[in-house]
């Protein structure tokens, strides 16, 4: 069978972002809203028998809005990342957004009303089905809401959000969609969309990555203080939030929405920082094999020249997921197959598409959607397991309550990580010859320089940026300082040219949705080394303890997670060393077996 290199979006509302059934369905939800706005207002609490009674009917309503509005959100962004000029879809993005606040501002009269009760009264209450069956979420919800302001306060912080805050995300995909990147091929001038030019960044041919290069920068500085304006008001917004929250710690509100200590994180950049070395020497090797001093910014995903580069075709690369899936368990490779078949995938290269990859889950249908643009490198197949990993965590938790679903990022990027690992050790395993092997194991490691390396300068970024905002606006100029120094802090000075604009580049910093988007996806690259070690210790046996792991991410901490289904301590540096180790032992692999070519050069 033929797999479709677009997705379908039909079976959920027929007709795009003109649809009559998703003007129906949203009319719908925007009543369940007030209905259940008027039930939280209207509830008296008394800490009695019958406000036991109107917490499960409330909770019933929550669950059913929270899958409604997973599926109205799901299919605007699957709508906007498809065509970037598609006008309708954004007053929907709109739309959807002025919902989402006025749900927040009901849930934040709940929150209110559950730290009203009184707390013998209460914990008895999660002694009680169903409420005992979603405890967790019940016990953090009330914790967070007494480290908030008022109500009032809060719903007003809500409203104002939706235009000053969310409304400077949405700015900023506005501004992402008009930029075209100018790129001569054949003699003839041709203007890449952003995610399309992203793409000329692993050409084999260094002058092509140089101009594409050249003329990415160009286009981020020219757009430079308009997205300067943008960047600073999110981040203004949030930290007036905090300020009035009386909220220092600018991870706080990241950390408790991963569900994460921050002794975890420190241990974890502790680890890395002090590890670096084997990728320095990674870098300045892949350097040598290209025949440059020092590789620059736009070398780093450059395939290396003297190396079979493996373009595989959308078929191949789909083919060889789902064997490889196949050796891990039978449940994981039965819903890939599905997913390629019912065509869950957007991968066609076209203009117009939003830059990325992402999966996004549509839960009243039980299925999920996958979007990237595929042009055949081994990246773009691992990229394509990274998501199918997503959303099969979506389905392991399909049979959970629905609220009970609600992970957070940093495992959520665990069993995207895990499902990559599956397909690139295979790879690397099965590479015909030496050359393709190379290729392979480069490009492997190449996500550990992105995981270790980039989203660090990431970090480093985020952090000092912030800081910085608390005093003032920080101009385009100062941004790319910050950037740049991050930038080689990270990459230990190991690079001749960097990327100062790419805090304007990177979608991450812009998102609303989770402040600090960028460090979970290195924590949950080293916490799914651990998963797969014992994965492929244990064979397909494996299996079923791995989706009994992931059905708990949606109500635990990481720290329990891990103590629960891995045995490990998180707070600890023992785990995070092994876990580095783990993925530099591909470094030393790769550096003896390019020793020969180096010595011939």
Same mark, same amino acid.
């Given at each position: 069978?033929?797999?479709?290199?677009?997705?379908?979006?039909?079976?959920?509302?027929? &007709?795009?972002?003109?649809?009559?059934?998703?003007?129906?369905?949203?009319?719908?939800?925007?009543?369940?809203?007030?209905?259940?706005?008027?039930?939280?207002?209207?509830? %008296?609490?008394?800490? $009695? @028998? %019958?406000? *036991?009674?109107?917490?499960?009917?409330?909770?019933?309503?929550?669950?059913?809005?929270?899958?409604?509005?997973?599926?109205? &959100?799901?299919?605007?962004?699957?709508?906007?990342?498809?065509?970037?000029?598609?006008?309708?879809?954004?007053?929907?993005?709109?739309?959807?957004?002025?919902?989402?606040?006025?749900?927040?501002?009901?849930?934040? !009269?709940?929150?209110?009303?559950?730290?009203?009760?009184?707390?013998?009264?209460?914990?008895?209450?999660?002694?009680?089905?169903?409420? !005992?069956?979603?405890?967790?979420?019940?016990?953090?919800?009330?914790?967070?809401?007494?480290?908030?302001?008022?109500?009032?306060?809060?719903?007003?912080?809500?409203?104002?959000?939706?235009? /000053?805050?969310?409304?400077?995300?949405?700015?900023?995909?506005?501004?992402?969609g008009t930029i075209k990147i100018p790129f001569e091929e054949k003699g003839e001038i041709k203007y890449l969309s952003v995610g399309q030019a992203a793409n000329k960044f692993s050409d084999p041919d260094r002058?092509?990555?140089?101009?594409?290069?050249?003329?990415?920068?160009?286009?981020?500085?020219?757009n430079s203080e308009l997205l300067a304006k943008t960047l600073n008001h999110l981040a203004g917004f949030r930290l007036s939030t905090y300020g009035k929250r009386g909220w220092e710690d600018i991870l706080k509100?990241?950390?408790?929405?991963?569900?994460?200590?921050?002794?975890?994180?420190?241990?974890?950049?502790?680890?890395?920082?002090? !590890?670096?070395?084997?990728?320095? %020497?990674?870098?300045?090797?892949?350097?040598?094999?290209l025949g440059v001093e020092k590789l620059s910014w736009y070398d780093l995903d450059a395939p290396l020249s003297s190396m079979e580069q493996n373009v595989m075709a959308y078929q191949d690369g789909a083919e060889?997921?789902?064997?490889?899936?196949? %050796?891990? /368990?039978?449940?994981?490779?039965?819903?890939?197959?599905?997913?390629?078949?019912?065509?869950?995938?957007?991968? $066609?290269? *076209?203009?117009?598409?939003?830059?990325?990859?992402?999966?996004?889950?549509?839960?009243?249908?039980?299925?999920?959607?996958?979007?990237?643009?595929?042009?055949?490198?081994?990246?773009?197949?691992?990229?394509?397991?990274?998501?199918?990993?997503?959303?099969?965590?979506?389905?392991?938790?399909?049979?959970?309550?629905?609220?009970?679903?609600?992970?957070?990022?940093?495992?959520?990027?665990?069993?995207?990580?895990?499902?990559?690992?599956?397909?690139?050790?295979?790879?690397?395993?099965? +590479?015909?010859?030496?050359?393709?092997?190379?290729?392979?194991?480069?490009?492997?490691?190449?996500?550990?320089?992105?995981?270790?390396?980039?989203?660090?300068?990431?970090?480093?970024?985020?952090?000092?940026?912030?800081? @910085?905002?608390?005093?003032?606006?920080?101009?385009?100029?100062?941004?790319? $300082?910050?950037?740049?120094?991050?930038?080689?802090?990270?990459?230990?000075?190991?690079?001749?040219?960097?990327?100062? +604009?790419?805090?304007?580049?990177?979608?991450?910093?812009?998102?609303? /949705?989770?402040?600090?988007?960028?460090?979970?996806?290195?924590?949950?690259?080293?916490?799914?080394?651990?998963?797969?070690?014992?994965?492929? $210790?244990?064979?397909? &046996?494996?299996?079923?303890?791995?989706?009994?792991?992931?059905?708990?991410?949606?109500?635990?901490?990481?720290?329990?997670?891990?103590?629960?289904?891995?045995?490990?301590?998180?707070? /600890?540096?023992?785990?995070?060393? @092994?876990?580095?180790?783990?993925?530099?032992?591909?470094?030393?692999?790769?550096?003896?077996?390019?020793?020969?070519?180096?010595?011939? &050069?």
């Amino acid at each position: 069978m033929a797999y479709s290199l677009t997705w379908d979006l039909a079976v959920f509302f027929n &007709g795009g972002s003109s649809s009559r059934e998703f003007a129906q369905f949203l009319k719908e939800l925007y009543n369940d809203i007030n209905r259940f706005t008027n039930v939280v207002s209207n509830w %008296k609490v008394m800490s $009695e @028998e %019958k406000d *036991r009674h109107l917490l499960v009917h409330v909770m019933e309503q929550f669950a059913d809005i929270a899958v409604n509005m997973r599926q109205a &959100g799901a299919f605007v962004s699957c709508l906007e990342a498809q065509n970037t000029e598609d006008v309708k879809a954004h007053e929907l993005r709109a739309k959807v957004t002025q919902y989402s606040a006025s749900f927040q501002d009901a849930l934040t !009269n709940l929150d209110q009303k559950l730290t009203g009760l009184d707390e013998e009264f209460f914990q008895e209450l999660l002694k009680t089905p169903p409420l !005992n069956e979603f405890r967790y979420i019940l016990n953090e919800r009330r914790e967070r809401a007494s480290d908030k302001l008022s109500v009032e306060e809060e719903s007003l912080i809500n409203q104002l959000a939706v235009d /000053g805050y969310h409304g400077w995300s949405q700015l900023y995909d506005t501004i992402v969609g008009t930029i075209k990147i100018p790129f001569e091929e054949k003699g003839e001038i041709k203007y890449l969309s952003v995610g399309q030019a992203a793409n000329k960044f692993s050409d084999p041919d260094r002058n092509v990555r140089e101009k594409v290069f050249q003329a990415w920068e160009k286009a981020w500085e020219e757009n430079s203080e308009l997205l300067a304006k943008t960047l600073n008001h999110l981040a203004g917004f949030r930290l007036s939030t905090y300020g009035k929250r009386g909220w220092e710690d600018i991870l706080k509100e990241p950390l408790e929405m991963n569900r994460m200590q921050k002794e975890t994180l420190d241990s974890m950049w502790n680890v890395i920082t002090a !590890n670096k070395e084997p990728l320095i %020497k990674f870098l300045e090797r892949k350097a040598k094999l290209l025949g440059v001093e020092k590789l620059s910014w736009y070398d780093l995903d450059a395939p290396l020249s003297s190396m079979e580069q493996n373009v595989m075709a959308y078929q191949d690369g789909a083919e060889f997921i789902l064997k490889q899936f196949s %050796k891990f /368990g039978t449940r994981l490779a039965r819903f890939t197959k599905t997913a390629f078949e019912d065509s869950w995938i957007e991968a $066609e290269d *076209r203009p117009n598409k939003r830059p990325g990859g992402f999966c996004t889950g549509f839960p009243l249908n039980g299925q999920s959607r996958i979007f990237m643009t595929y042009s055949g490198t081994a990246s773009n197949v691992s990229t394509l397991a990274h998501e199918l990993g997503h959303a099969f965590h979506s389905y392991a938790l399909k049979d959970t309550h629905p609220l009970n679903r609600a992970y957070a990022m940093n495992v959520a990027e665990t069993a995207s990580t895990f499902a990559e690992m599956i397909v690139s050790d295979a790879a690397v395993q099965q +590479a015909e010859g030496a050359s393709q092997k190379l290729a392979l194991l480069e490009d492997k490691i190449q996500r550990s320089v992105a995981l270790l390396m980039n989203i660090h300068a990431r970090f480093l970024f985020e952090t000092r940026f912030y800081e @910085e905002r608390k005093q003032g606006m920080v101009s385009a100029a100062r941004l790319n $300082e910050i950037m740049l120094d991050a930038q080689r802090e990270a990459y230990g000075d190991a690079l001749a040219e960097y990327h100062p +604009a790419f805090w304007a580049s990177k979608l991450h910093f812009f998102i609303t /949705g989770v402040p600090f988007y960028n460090f979970p996806y290195t924590f949950g690259f080293l916490f799914s080394l651990g998963i797969y070690g014992k994965a492929v $210790e244990e064979g397909q &046996g494996f299996e079923e303890k791995y989706i009994s792991l992931l059905r708990d991410t949606g109500s635990m901490t990481v720290e329990d997670l891990a103590c629960k289904h891995l045995n490990i301590d998180l707070t /600890g540096s023992k785990f995070w060393e @092994e876990a580095v180790a783990d993925c530099l032992k591909d470094v030393e692999e790769f550096l003896k077996l390019t020793d020969s070519l180096i010595q011939a &050069g």
